[in-house]
């Protein structure tokens, strides 16, 4: 669809911009391509999003056997482009809510023009907060062992967190590491019990209860170690290391919104309860972005359908599809 600016220019105006290329994100272009909407997604700076940093991938209905996280995303993404959906590898590095159409401006393309614009630009691995932490990422730090723990062949890594993720990480490290400390604040894990059950069956992986990583060491620029607190007694203890994992949660992508939409006390979107639909009419919200509680694949792409199919009525009540 095309439109006259105030200067006379004509703009083209796309009926649906879907930021992020997640589950999520692909869900929506799926549907909303199927609806003949020809949505464009925005890639973002990670093309598939988080399950391209997962190895396989077992609890996606309808794979009765195990299915790479990177297989996943790609079938997704070809059954949307069959269908007419675009995509553009760029950022979305802000966005202007306040007009109509939505304006979106890219990190790299000319700005952008939207009637409906679904979000689902997902959630990032959070971060301890210690001191050099950020320089010493891809230096014996990281948080995905499925990209990183081929360095770690025959060494001595340690996970951090207590939830699903870390258990997964683990797991996956014993396949090089030769020792992988599973290192959480509790004593108790937050993990379901089936990867808990497995993760503590691996006689390479040691649980360390109750501690709290306080300083990262380094030599040479190379993460050496840790400092491990007790949270109980804060006796300290020295954990020498090779390589350190983190997997103590997300937190969402929200920045390039610039507070133009509400969030929860954690920085997740809300939407009305039942719908993706958010406080400004025309912007929906899937995927992690908005969900601080079930984060899976299958919720994600549920919520991207349900993103799409909101972003279509909305389309025809104001007869912009
Ligand atoms: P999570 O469930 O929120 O667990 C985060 C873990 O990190 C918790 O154990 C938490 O400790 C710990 N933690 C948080 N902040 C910390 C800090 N500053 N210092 C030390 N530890 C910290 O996150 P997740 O494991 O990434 O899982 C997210 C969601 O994805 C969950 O719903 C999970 O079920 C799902 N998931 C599913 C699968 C699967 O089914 N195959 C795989 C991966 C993830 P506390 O326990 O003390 O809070």
């Given at each position: 669809m095309?439109?006259?600016?105030?200067?006379?220019?004509?703009r083209q105006v796309l009926p649906v911009v879907i930021v992020g290329s997640g589950i999520s994100g692909l869900s929506a272009a799926v549907y909303?391509?199927?609806?003949?909407?020809a949505p464009l997604v925005i890639e973002g700076s990670e093309p598939g999003g988080q399950l391209t940093l997962t190895s396989e991938v077992e609890n996606y209905p309808?794979?009765?056997?195990?299915?790479?996280?990177?297989?996943?995303?790609?079938r997704m993404k070809k059954q949307?482009?069959?269908?007419?959906?675009?995509?553009?590898?760029?950022?979305?590095?802000?966005?202007?809510?306040?007009?109509?159409?939505?304006?979106?401006?890219?990190?790299r393309g000319g700005p952008l023009y939207a009637h409906t614009l679904i979000v689902a630009s997902?959630?990032?691995?959070?971060?301890l907060g210690l001191p050099g932490e950020s320089e010493l990422f891809g230096r014996g730090l990281s948080s995905c062992a499925t990209c990183d723990g081929a360095f770690f062949r025959d060494r001595v890594v340690a996970v951090v967190g207590g939830g699903d993720s870390a258990m997964e990480e683990a797991m996956f490290?014993?396949?090089?590491?030769?020792?992988?400390?599973?290192?959480?604040?509790?004593?108790?894990?937050?993990?379901?019990?089936?990867?808990?059950?497995?993760?503590?069956?691996?006689?390479?992986?040691?649980?360390v209860w109750n501690a709290a990583v306080t300083a990262i060491h380094q030599d040479q620029s190379m993460v050496s170690g840790v400092t491990l607190t007790d949270v109980e007694t804060h006796e300290t203890r020295e954990l020498p290391l090779d390589g350190l994992f983190l997997a103590i949660g997300?937190?969402?992508?929200?920045?390039?919104?610039?507070?133009?939409?509400?969030?929860?006390?954690?920085?997740?979107?809300?939407?009305?309860?039942?719908?993706?639909?958010?406080?400004?009419?025309?912007?929906?919200?899937?995927?992690?972005?908005?969900?601080?509680?079930?984060?899976?694949?299958?919720?994600?792409?549920?919520?991207?359908?349900?993103?799409?199919?909101?972003?279509?009525?909305?389309?025809?009540?104001?007869n912009l599809g």
């Amino acid at each position: 669809m095309t439109e006259g600016t105030s200067g006379g220019a004509v703009r083209q105006v796309l009926p649906v911009v879907i930021v992020g290329s997640g589950i999520s994100g692909l869900s929506a272009a799926v549907y909303a391509a199927r609806a003949q909407l020809a949505p464009l997604v925005i890639e973002g700076s990670e093309p598939g999003g988080q399950l391209t940093l997962t190895s396989e991938v077992e609890n996606y209905p309808g794979f009765e056997d195990p299915i790479l996280g990177v297989d996943l995303v790609e079938r997704m993404k070809k059954q949307a482009a069959r269908f007419g959906a675009r995509y553009r590898s760029d950022d979305v590095v802000g966005v202007d809510l306040s007009v109509r159409p939505f304006a979106i401006t890219l990190g790299r393309g000319g700005p952008l023009y939207a009637h409906t614009l679904i979000v689902a630009s997902g959630a990032r691995a959070r971060l301890l907060g210690l001191p050099g932490e950020s320089e010493l990422f891809g230096r014996g730090l990281s948080s995905c062992a499925t990209c990183d723990g081929a360095f770690f062949r025959d060494r001595v890594v340690a996970v951090v967190g207590g939830g699903d993720s870390a258990m997964e990480e683990a797991m996956f490290l014993t396949r090089y590491a030769k020792k992988v400390y599973v290192v959480h604040r509790r004593r108790e894990l937050r993990a379901s019990r089936i990867l808990a059950d497995r993760a503590q069956s691996k006689p390479e992986i040691e649980f360390v209860w109750n501690a709290a990583v306080t300083a990262i060491h380094q030599d040479q620029s190379m993460v050496s170690g840790v400092t491990l607190t007790d949270v109980e007694t804060h006796e300290t203890r020295e954990l020498p290391l090779d390589g350190l994992f983190l997997a103590i949660g997300h937190v969402p992508n929200t920045e390039w919104l610039k507070g133009q939409l509400p969030t929860d006390e954690h920085g997740y979107l809300v939407s009305h309860p039942g719908t993706s639909e958010t406080a400004i009419p025309g912007v929906f919200v899937a995927g992690d972005v908005a969900d601080p509680l079930y984060q899976q694949a299958v919720t994600a792409a549920g919520t991207g359908c349900i993103a799409a199919l909101d972003a279509e009525e909305y389309l025809a009540e104001h007869n912009l599809g």
